[in-house]
Protein backbone atom coordinates (compact mmCIF):
# COMPACT_ATOMS: atom_id res chain seq x y z
CA UNK A 1 0.00 0.00 0.00
CA UNK A 2 1.47 3.64 -0.57
CA UNK A 3 0.49 5.81 2.14
CA UNK A 4 1.22 9.26 3.35
CA UNK A 5 4.41 9.24 4.96
CA UNK A 6 3.39 11.66 7.48
CA UNK A 7 0.79 9.45 9.06
CA UNK A 8 1.11 5.73 7.24
CA UNK A 9 -2.86 6.29 6.38
CA UNK A 10 -2.90 4.76 2.60
CA UNK A 11 -4.42 7.09 -0.08
CA UNK A 12 -7.54 7.20 -1.32
CA UNK A 13 -7.72 4.08 -3.76
CA UNK A 14 -5.98 1.63 -1.34
CA UNK A 15 -8.33 2.55 1.54
CA UNK A 16 -11.55 2.03 -0.75
CA UNK A 17 -9.55 -1.29 -2.47
CA UNK A 18 -9.43 -2.62 1.86
CA UNK A 19 -13.11 -1.18 2.63
CA UNK A 20 -15.22 -3.25 -0.63
CA UNK A 21 -12.90 -6.54 0.49
CA UNK A 22 -14.20 -6.17 3.48
CA UNK A 23 -18.13 -7.74 2.87
CA UNK A 24 -20.79 -5.74 4.92
CA UNK A 25 -23.83 -6.71 3.53
CA UNK A 26 -26.62 -6.32 5.99
CA UNK A 27 -30.27 -7.66 5.40
CA UNK A 28 -33.41 -8.92 6.88
CA UNK A 29 -32.25 -12.42 5.43
CA UNK A 30 -30.06 -13.97 7.81
CA UNK A 31 -28.19 -15.98 4.71
CA UNK A 32 -27.06 -12.73 2.80
CA UNK A 33 -26.56 -10.53 6.56
CA UNK A 34 -22.66 -10.32 7.90
CA UNK A 35 -21.07 -8.57 10.58
CA UNK A 36 -19.81 -4.74 9.83
CA UNK A 37 -16.97 -5.16 12.35
CA UNK A 38 -13.86 -5.55 9.71
CA UNK A 39 -15.30 -1.91 8.18
CA UNK A 40 -15.60 -0.28 11.53
CA UNK A 41 -12.18 -1.69 12.83
CA UNK A 42 -10.50 -0.68 9.98
CA UNK A 43 -11.78 2.89 9.89
CA UNK A 44 -10.27 3.34 13.25
CA UNK A 45 -7.12 2.09 12.29
CA UNK A 46 -6.61 4.56 9.71
CA UNK A 47 -8.51 7.40 11.81
CA UNK A 48 -6.50 6.70 15.31
CA UNK A 49 -2.83 7.99 13.55
CA UNK A 50 -4.59 11.37 12.35
CA UNK A 51 -5.44 12.33 16.21
CA UNK A 52 -9.34 11.39 15.70
CA UNK A 53 -10.81 9.56 19.47
CA UNK A 54 -12.59 6.39 18.59
CA UNK A 55 -14.94 5.23 19.74
CA UNK A 56 -17.13 1.46 18.35
CA UNK A 57 -20.16 1.48 19.93
CA UNK A 58 -22.34 -2.28 19.45
CA UNK A 59 -25.55 -1.36 18.41
CA UNK A 60 -28.10 -2.74 21.32
CA UNK A 61 -29.91 -6.13 20.60
CA UNK A 62 -27.74 -6.84 17.32
CA UNK A 63 -24.16 -8.65 17.37
CA UNK A 64 -21.61 -8.14 15.27
CA UNK A 65 -22.99 -4.72 14.10
CA UNK A 66 -21.07 -1.49 15.16
CA UNK A 67 -21.50 2.38 15.06
CA UNK A 68 -18.27 4.04 15.03
CA UNK A 69 -18.04 7.80 15.93
CA UNK A 70 -14.44 9.10 15.56
CA UNK A 71 -13.81 12.66 17.24
CA UNK A 72 -10.96 15.08 16.06
CA UNK A 73 -10.92 18.05 18.13
CA UNK A 74 -13.33 19.42 21.14
CA UNK A 75 -15.96 22.14 21.31
CA UNK A 76 -19.44 22.84 21.64
CA UNK A 77 -19.91 22.57 17.80
CA UNK A 78 -18.56 20.68 15.22
CA UNK A 79 -19.45 18.88 11.93
CA UNK A 80 -20.41 15.32 11.42
CA UNK A 81 -19.19 13.64 8.35
CA UNK A 82 -21.47 10.74 7.93
CA UNK A 83 -21.89 7.56 6.24
CA UNK A 84 -23.20 3.69 6.69
CA UNK A 85 -20.66 0.92 6.38
CA UNK A 86 -23.42 -1.65 5.29
CA UNK A 87 -24.01 -2.31 1.70
CA UNK A 88 -26.69 -4.35 -0.12
CA UNK A 89 -26.52 -7.76 -1.25
CA UNK A 90 -25.66 -8.40 -4.85
CA UNK A 91 -26.54 -10.63 -7.94
CA UNK A 92 -23.40 -12.56 -8.75
CA UNK A 93 -24.33 -13.63 -12.34
CA UNK A 94 -24.80 -10.14 -13.25
CA UNK A 95 -21.28 -8.58 -12.32
CA UNK A 96 -19.03 -8.04 -15.27
CA UNK A 97 -16.01 -8.09 -12.24
CA UNK A 98 -15.78 -9.35 -8.41
CA UNK A 99 -18.01 -7.36 -6.27
CA UNK A 100 -15.17 -7.52 -3.71
CA UNK A 101 -12.36 -6.13 -5.47
CA UNK A 102 -12.11 -2.59 -6.65
CA UNK A 103 -11.19 -2.17 -10.23
CA UNK A 104 -10.69 0.42 -12.76
CA UNK A 105 -12.20 0.94 -15.70
CA UNK A 106 -13.07 3.69 -18.05
CA UNK A 107 -12.16 6.29 -15.14
CA UNK A 108 -14.57 4.77 -13.17
CA UNK A 109 -13.91 2.36 -9.54
CA UNK A 110 -16.22 -0.86 -10.31
CA UNK A 111 -16.94 -2.38 -6.53
CA UNK A 112 -19.70 -3.42 -4.29
CA UNK A 113 -20.41 0.02 -2.00
CA UNK A 114 -17.91 2.23 -4.30
CA UNK A 115 -20.68 4.72 -4.63
CA UNK A 116 -23.36 3.32 -2.11
CA UNK A 117 -21.25 4.57 0.00
CA UNK A 118 -17.98 3.02 1.39
CA UNK A 119 -16.37 5.10 -1.27
CA UNK A 120 -17.47 8.67 1.11
CA UNK A 121 -14.82 7.25 3.96
CA UNK A 122 -11.70 7.99 2.28
CA UNK A 123 -12.57 10.77 0.81
CA UNK A 124 -13.52 12.24 4.23
CA UNK A 125 -10.46 10.75 5.55
CA UNK A 126 -8.56 12.20 3.16
CA UNK A 127 -10.55 15.24 3.79
CA UNK A 128 -9.53 14.98 7.11
CA UNK A 129 -5.79 14.96 6.91
CA UNK A 130 -4.97 17.92 5.95
CA UNK A 131 -6.32 19.50 9.10
CA UNK A 132 -4.65 16.51 11.16
CA UNK A 133 -2.40 18.36 13.81
CA UNK A 134 -4.27 21.50 13.30
CA UNK A 135 -6.12 23.20 16.43
CA UNK A 136 -9.78 23.23 15.71
CA UNK A 137 -12.38 25.45 17.20
CA UNK A 138 -14.83 22.78 16.87
CA UNK A 139 -14.23 19.02 16.47
CA UNK A 140 -14.73 17.12 13.18
CA UNK A 141 -16.45 13.49 13.33
CA UNK A 142 -16.33 11.02 11.09
CA UNK A 143 -19.45 8.78 12.03
CA UNK A 144 -20.22 5.43 10.47
CA UNK A 145 -23.30 3.58 11.00
CA UNK A 146 -24.60 -0.27 10.58
CA UNK A 147 -27.44 -1.31 8.94
CA UNK A 148 -28.37 1.75 7.29
CA UNK A 149 -29.63 -0.33 4.00
CA UNK A 150 -32.29 -2.68 6.08
CA UNK A 151 -32.92 -1.90 9.64
CA UNK A 152 -31.16 1.51 10.03
CA UNK A 153 -31.18 0.12 13.57
CA UNK A 154 -27.36 2.05 13.53
CA UNK A 155 -28.97 4.84 13.26
CA UNK A 156 -31.84 4.46 15.70
CA UNK A 157 -29.30 3.17 18.18
CA UNK A 158 -27.36 6.74 17.88
CA UNK A 159 -30.22 8.55 18.56
CA UNK A 160 -31.13 6.64 21.60
CA UNK A 161 -27.78 6.95 23.19
CA UNK A 162 -27.73 10.63 22.40
CA UNK A 163 -24.27 10.49 20.21
CA UNK A 164 -22.11 12.07 18.58
CA UNK A 165 -23.26 15.66 20.27
CA UNK A 166 -22.10 18.49 17.24
CA UNK A 167 -24.07 21.12 15.32
CA UNK A 168 -23.76 20.11 12.02
CA UNK A 169 -24.12 16.37 9.88
CA UNK A 170 -23.69 16.08 6.18
CA UNK A 171 -24.29 12.71 5.11
CA UNK A 172 -22.49 11.35 2.06
CA UNK A 173 -25.27 8.99 0.31
CA UNK A 174 -24.28 9.43 -3.39
CA UNK A 175 -26.12 12.77 -5.00
CA UNK A 176 -23.70 13.96 -7.28
CA UNK A 177 -22.11 16.08 -4.93
CA UNK A 178 -25.88 18.34 -5.46
CA UNK A 179 -27.20 19.50 -1.75
CA UNK A 180 -30.16 17.57 -0.61
CA UNK A 181 -32.39 18.68 2.15
CA UNK A 182 -35.44 17.12 2.09
CA UNK A 183 -36.63 13.60 1.65
CA UNK A 184 -39.99 11.53 1.96
CA UNK A 185 -40.69 8.68 4.51
CA UNK A 186 -41.00 5.22 4.04
CA UNK A 187 -43.16 3.18 5.80
CA UNK A 188 -44.68 -0.20 5.29
CA UNK A 189 -48.39 -1.63 6.77
CA UNK A 190 -50.01 -4.95 7.09
CA UNK A 191 -53.36 -4.93 7.34
CA UNK A 192 -55.44 -8.33 8.21
CA UNK A 193 -58.74 -9.29 8.31
CA UNK A 194 -59.60 -12.69 10.29
CA UNK A 195 -63.19 -13.86 9.43
CA UNK A 196 -64.84 -17.58 10.02
CA UNK A 197 -64.73 -19.83 6.56
CA UNK A 198 -68.30 -21.65 6.17
CA UNK A 199 -70.02 -23.13 3.07
CA UNK A 200 -70.19 -20.73 0.03
CA UNK A 201 -74.24 -21.02 -0.22
CA UNK A 202 -75.11 -19.52 2.72
CA UNK A 203 -73.69 -16.20 3.62
CA UNK A 204 -74.90 -16.48 6.73
CA UNK A 205 -72.38 -19.23 7.82
CA UNK A 206 -69.48 -17.25 7.96
CA UNK A 207 -67.90 -13.68 7.87
CA UNK A 208 -66.11 -12.70 4.69
CA UNK A 209 -62.70 -11.61 5.55
CA UNK A 210 -62.34 -10.62 1.47
CA UNK A 211 -65.43 -8.55 1.54
CA UNK A 212 -64.02 -6.86 4.28
CA UNK A 213 -60.60 -6.07 2.76
CA UNK A 214 -62.70 -4.98 -0.50
CA UNK A 215 -64.09 -2.06 1.79
CA UNK A 216 -60.91 -1.33 3.46
CA UNK A 217 -59.39 -0.71 0.19
CA UNK A 218 -61.98 1.69 -1.08
CA UNK A 219 -61.15 3.60 3.07
CA UNK A 220 -57.62 3.30 2.28
CA UNK A 221 -57.94 5.07 -1.15
CA UNK A 222 -60.11 7.29 -0.05
CA UNK A 223 -57.42 8.61 2.90
CA UNK A 224 -55.00 8.38 -0.04
CA UNK A 225 -57.22 11.04 -1.82
CA UNK A 226 -57.49 12.99 1.10
CA UNK A 227 -53.86 13.22 2.11
CA UNK A 228 -52.92 14.65 -1.70
CA UNK A 229 -55.37 17.04 -1.38
CA UNK A 230 -54.11 18.41 1.77
CA UNK A 231 -50.58 17.95 1.39
CA UNK A 232 -48.44 19.02 -1.69
CA UNK A 233 -44.51 19.49 -1.97
CA UNK A 234 -43.55 21.12 -5.42
CA UNK A 235 -39.76 20.45 -3.99
CA UNK A 236 -40.59 16.50 -5.62
CA UNK A 237 -40.39 15.08 -8.28
CA UNK A 238 -44.16 12.95 -7.20
CA UNK A 239 -45.35 16.49 -5.38
CA UNK A 240 -48.18 14.37 -3.08
CA UNK A 241 -47.86 11.77 -0.51
CA UNK A 242 -48.64 8.45 -2.17
CA UNK A 243 -49.50 5.14 -0.79
CA UNK A 244 -49.21 1.87 -3.14
CA UNK A 245 -51.18 -1.67 -2.49
CA UNK A 246 -48.35 -3.90 -2.82
CA UNK A 247 -49.72 -7.77 -2.48
CA UNK A 248 -52.93 -8.90 -1.38
CA UNK A 249 -53.36 -12.77 -0.29
CA UNK A 250 -56.51 -14.07 1.30
CA UNK A 251 -59.02 -16.92 0.82
CA UNK A 252 -58.39 -20.83 -1.21
CA UNK A 253 -61.75 -21.46 -2.72
CA UNK A 254 -64.79 -20.05 -5.25
CA UNK A 255 -67.44 -21.55 -3.15
CA UNK A 256 -65.82 -21.50 0.50
CA UNK A 257 -66.36 -17.95 2.67
CA UNK A 258 -63.21 -16.21 2.64
CA UNK A 259 -61.66 -16.61 6.41
CA UNK A 260 -58.28 -14.17 6.21
CA UNK A 261 -57.21 -12.15 4.16
CA UNK A 262 -54.07 -10.05 3.97
CA UNK A 263 -52.89 -6.81 2.60
CA UNK A 264 -49.28 -5.17 2.56
CA UNK A 265 -49.01 -1.46 1.74
CA UNK A 266 -46.09 1.39 0.64
CA UNK A 267 -46.95 4.93 2.21
CA UNK A 268 -44.51 7.66 1.28
CA UNK A 269 -45.13 10.96 3.59
CA UNK A 270 -43.95 14.03 2.78
CA UNK A 271 -41.83 16.22 5.69
CA UNK A 272 -44.49 17.97 7.89
CA UNK A 273 -46.48 14.11 7.81
CA UNK A 274 -45.94 12.03 11.33
CA UNK A 275 -46.21 8.44 10.86
CA UNK A 276 -48.26 8.02 14.14
CA UNK A 277 -50.62 10.06 13.03
CA UNK A 278 -51.13 8.76 9.79
CA UNK A 279 -51.42 4.96 10.86
CA UNK A 280 -54.14 6.28 13.42
CA UNK A 281 -56.09 7.78 10.42
CA UNK A 282 -56.09 4.51 9.21
CA UNK A 283 -56.97 2.56 12.17
CA UNK A 284 -59.93 4.80 12.58
CA UNK A 285 -61.04 3.73 9.23
CA UNK A 286 -60.41 0.30 9.90
CA UNK A 287 -61.72 -0.28 13.25
CA UNK A 288 -65.77 0.57 12.88
CA UNK A 289 -65.96 -1.36 9.80
CA UNK A 290 -64.05 -4.50 11.43
CA UNK A 291 -65.98 -4.16 14.40
CA UNK A 292 -69.18 -4.07 11.88
CA UNK A 293 -68.47 -7.19 9.77
CA UNK A 294 -67.34 -8.84 12.85
CA UNK A 295 -63.41 -9.22 11.60
CA UNK A 296 -60.72 -9.36 13.94
CA UNK A 297 -58.55 -6.57 12.12
CA UNK A 298 -54.70 -6.82 12.63
CA UNK A 299 -53.15 -3.52 11.20
CA UNK A 300 -48.79 -3.03 12.30
CA UNK A 301 -45.71 -1.63 10.32
CA UNK A 302 -43.96 -4.31 8.43
CA UNK A 303 -41.02 -2.27 9.86
CA UNK A 304 -40.66 0.62 12.07
CA UNK A 305 -40.59 2.86 9.11
CA UNK A 306 -38.33 5.93 8.18
CA UNK A 307 -39.60 9.61 9.13
CA UNK A 308 -39.34 12.07 6.62
CA UNK A 309 -36.71 14.74 6.55
CA UNK A 310 -36.17 18.25 5.98
CA UNK A 311 -33.95 20.97 6.91
CA UNK A 312 -34.80 24.24 6.02
CA UNK A 313 -33.60 26.19 2.73
CA UNK A 314 -31.96 28.92 4.57
CA UNK A 315 -30.12 26.92 6.89
CA UNK A 316 -26.31 27.71 7.46
CA UNK A 317 -25.70 24.37 6.65
CA UNK A 318 -27.66 24.64 2.88
CA UNK A 319 -26.19 27.46 2.46
CA UNK A 320 -22.65 26.53 2.78
CA UNK A 321 -22.96 23.63 0.43
CA UNK A 322 -24.98 25.51 -1.70
CA UNK A 323 -22.01 27.72 -2.17
CA UNK A 324 -19.11 25.26 -1.64
CA UNK A 325 -20.74 22.93 -4.96
CA UNK A 326 -22.81 25.89 -6.91
CA UNK A 327 -26.45 23.89 -6.79
CA UNK A 328 -29.15 24.83 -5.19
CA UNK A 329 -30.15 22.33 -2.52
CA UNK A 330 -32.81 19.68 -3.76
CA UNK A 331 -35.50 17.19 -2.69
CA UNK A 332 -34.77 13.34 -3.46
CA UNK A 333 -37.06 10.06 -3.98
CA UNK A 334 -35.00 7.68 -1.59
CA UNK A 335 -34.36 8.24 2.09
CA UNK A 336 -31.67 8.09 4.60
CA UNK A 337 -30.63 8.15 8.14
CA UNK A 338 -30.84 12.06 8.34
CA UNK A 339 -33.87 12.50 10.44
CA UNK A 340 -32.38 10.41 13.10
CA UNK A 341 -29.34 12.86 12.99
CA UNK A 342 -31.58 15.69 13.17
CA UNK A 343 -33.24 13.69 16.24
CA UNK A 344 -29.61 14.57 17.72
CA UNK A 345 -29.70 17.88 17.13
CA UNK A 346 -27.61 18.14 14.02
CA UNK A 347 -28.80 20.14 11.19
CA UNK A 348 -28.26 17.62 8.54
CA UNK A 349 -27.84 17.63 4.95
CA UNK A 350 -27.14 14.48 2.45
CA UNK A 351 -24.77 15.33 -0.57
CA UNK A 352 -21.81 12.71 -1.31
CA UNK A 353 -20.16 11.57 -4.51
CA UNK A 354 -21.66 8.96 -6.99
CA UNK A 355 -24.76 8.72 -8.47
CA UNK A 356 -28.20 7.03 -6.56
CA UNK A 357 -28.64 5.44 -10.35
CA UNK A 358 -25.17 2.76 -9.75
CA UNK A 359 -26.69 2.12 -6.07
CA UNK A 360 -28.16 -1.18 -5.95
CA UNK A 361 -27.16 -2.30 -8.79
CA UNK A 362 -24.80 -4.73 -10.44
CA UNK A 363 -21.35 -2.95 -11.55
CA UNK A 364 -21.48 -0.27 -9.37
CA UNK A 365 -18.99 2.38 -9.83
CA UNK A 366 -18.01 5.70 -8.71
CA UNK A 367 -16.66 8.06 -11.65
CA UNK A 368 -13.08 9.17 -10.79
CA UNK A 369 -13.71 12.47 -11.85
CA UNK A 370 -16.03 12.83 -8.71
CA UNK A 371 -12.88 12.27 -6.61
CA UNK A 372 -10.95 15.68 -5.75
CA UNK A 373 -14.42 17.56 -6.03
CA UNK A 374 -15.67 15.86 -3.06
CA UNK A 375 -12.43 16.10 -0.68
CA UNK A 376 -12.12 19.45 -1.92
CA UNK A 377 -15.93 20.13 -0.63
CA UNK A 378 -15.30 18.25 2.33
CA UNK A 379 -12.12 20.37 3.00
CA UNK A 380 -14.59 23.74 2.06
CA UNK A 381 -16.99 22.65 5.09
CA UNK A 382 -14.42 21.81 7.70
CA UNK A 383 -12.52 25.22 7.23
CA UNK A 384 -16.13 26.59 7.83
CA UNK A 385 -17.72 24.64 10.69
CA UNK A 386 -14.71 23.69 12.36
CA UNK A 387 -11.48 26.24 12.20
ZN1 LIG B 1 -26.70 4.40 0.96
Not at 26 to 41: F, K, L, M, Q, Y
Not at 354 to 378: C, F, K, N, R
Request: aromatic residues 6%; proline residues 8%; charged residues 20%.
Amino acid sequence: MTASASTGVPGIRDMLARLISLPSISSASPEWDHSNEGVVRQLAEWLEPLGFTVEIMEVPGMPGKFNLIATLGSGPGGLVLSGHTDTVPFDDKRWQSDPFSLTEKDNRWYGLGTCDMKGFFPLAIEAAKAFAGEPLQQPLIILATADEESSMNGARALAEAGKPKARYAVIGEPTNLKPVRMHKGIMMERLRFDGQSGHSSNPALGRNALEGMHEALGELLALRSEWQEKYRNPNFEVQVPTLNLGCIHGGDNPNRICAQCELHFDLRPLPGMNMDTLRQAILDRMQPLAERRELKLTFAPLFDGVPPFETPADAALVKACEKLTGHTAHAVAFATEAPWLQKLGLETLVMGPGSIDQAHQPDEYLELSQLQPTVDILKGLIKRFCL
